[in-house]
């Protein structure tokens, strides 16, 4: 059982239920509504802060959103609060929602760091003899305001009769001055969870945080240990098997912290539109083949415009004028005149063929791992025109989708490449890291099989070899081995 009020109205409590969801997130239902207000004539909205009791600690909801609701005539009622963060350990006003320190594990981390804090040696029968505890190492880094480590969170329990130690990892923040939550998760957290994201291939949130401010004020005095917070948030539903460290974009082992902790704060809001569209390709959910590829191709194109940024165009009336009087002269029709004088106006749009050529220069050797077809860039390129125009050619996807899963795994690859550069790997670095990934030699295969069904370019000359098909109708959609 739990209460609830609003902190301008700690009279007016309301009894209702507290509840911790398999996704991490928190949900407190209302047995009346909060405040004043009759059962009859509530109305939902979404409460920057609300206050609470539950089992005893003290809980303070942040961004809480009405959800289901039902009432009652005898004035009972139950109404969903659905917060976007649940603090547990305090109640904080609007002024004290700052950090100066928080601890955070996000979701699969360990699968790629390996932490492991004990060794136990046992006897011939199999019986432990001995453990011996070391701590993981720690790497400490300074990103804009933050101090960033990534060191042992390791739990050890046990009693007289009993004894357990779970090896983990996490990251510890430290801020000089408070920093407001809101910039904690839209800067720090939401950069650990890119990284994360994009070294695992699995989407990753937030498997637990904890965080203090040590200038905050309890029961009138401020503390001289700071306290400690629980937080509650969403995070997305994981595959219960673990990932296998081999499949990992880079192994951990080549992780250079000090110097690539500030890349990574700063790509993961620099490049959030591309980033975003990444991500979506690396849910198991997002399957449909057109799509995938669609988006792969809109992620490529919106890094290229992020990292080389279209210069203004201006321009050239004076051109433009010799121009139409030139086609007036001429007898062009004034219809015609207008359409090339509105091109000239317009600057000229950088192609995705162009876009892609300059991605590659990245890592060029880590892309011929898996395409060294002449013209590849432009006929990836044309594939995409065929598909976000609906072109008569793209009928044939509804049986053969293997150009276009083909399509996404080649893009894919290039923006792996280019995130591992921004990390400050140099191309050989790059080439190596791909040559002993297993994703390298399959999306290989994937490419010998299936780019004789790419598009040609008119204009250009055929230069791609015949695939072992020889059918372009007829094929199963690709897996990876």
Request: hydrophobic share 40%; charged share 25%; proline share 7%.
């Amino acid at each position: 059982m739990s209460d609830w009020w609003l902190p301008d109205n700690s009279a007016s409590k309301t009894p209702g239920t507290y509840t911790i969801l398999e996704t991490g997130d928190a949900k407190a239902v209302l047995h009346r509504p909060l405040g004043d207000q009759h059962p009859l004539g509530f109305r939902p909205s979404m409460h920057p802060l609300v206050h609470g009791n539950a089992f005893g600690k003290s809980v303070t909801l942040i961004d809480a959103r009405t959800g289901r609701s039902r009432t009652k005539m005898n004035g009972q009622a139950e109404i969903e609060l659905r917060p976007r963060m649940a603090i547990e350990g305090l109640l904080l006003s609007e002024d004290e929602l700052e950090v100066t320190e928080a601890r955070v594990q996000i979701q699969n981390q360990d699968d790629w760091l390996s932490p492991r804090s004990f060794h136990v040696e046992r006897d011939p029968q199999g019986w432990p003899k001995n453990v011996s505890i070391h701590r993981f190492a720690e790497h400490v880094a300074l990103a804009g305001n933050a101090l960033i480590s990534i060191g042992d969170f390791s739990v050890i329990q046990g009693g007289l009769s009993n004894f357990s130690i779970s090896s983990k990892s996490g990251f510890h923040l430290y801020f000089e001055k408070p920093i407001p939550i809101d910039k904690l998760f839209s800067v720090h957290l939401r950069g650990l969870q890119v990284l994360m994201t994009l070294v695992t291939g699995s989407r990753c949130g937030i498997e637990s945080l904890r965080f203090t401010n040590d200038q905050w004020n309890i029961g009138g005095v401020v503390p001289e240990s700071p306290r400690w917070v629980d937080v509650r948030v969403r995070a997305p539903e994981l595959n219960s098997a673990k990932i296998n460290p081999a499949k990992m974009l880079f192994p951990a082992s080549s992780l250079r912290w000090e110097e690539q902790a500030p890349r990574v704060m700063s790509l993961s809001n620099d490049w959030v539109y591309a980033v975003e569209q990444w991500a979506l390709l690396l849910d198991g959910r997002f399957v449909w083949p057109v799509a995938r590829f669609a988006t792969a191709a809109s992620a490529v194109e919106a890094l290229d415009r992020i990292l080389n940024p279209d210069e203004q165009y201006e321009p050239d009336h004076a051109l433009i004028e010799r121009v139409a009087k030139a086609l007036k002269e001429a007898s062009i029709p004034s219809k015609d005149r207008a359409k090339v004088k509105g091109a000239l106006k317009r600057p000229r749009e950088t192609s995705l063929e162009q876009r892609i050529r300059r991605l590659t220069l990245h890592a060029p050797e880590a892309m011929r791992q898996i395409i060294d077809e002449p013209q590849w860039n432009s006929r990836v390129a044309r594939l995409r025109h065929v598909v976000s125009h609906g072109l008569r050619s793209s009928e044939e996807f509804s049986q053969d989708v293997r150009s276009v899963q083909c399509g996404a795994e080649i893009l894919l690859h290039l923006l792996e490449c280019v995130f591992l550069s921004h990390l400050g790997f140099d191309a050989e670095q790059i080439a190596d890291i791909k040559r002993g990934h297993p994703n390298t030699s399959w999306r290989k295969s994937v490419v010998q099989e299936c780019f004789h069904l790419f598009p040609e370019v008119p204009g250009q000359a055929a230069a791609t070899k015949e695939g072992p098909s020889g059918s372009e109708g007829d094929g199963p959609p690709l897996a990876p081995a």
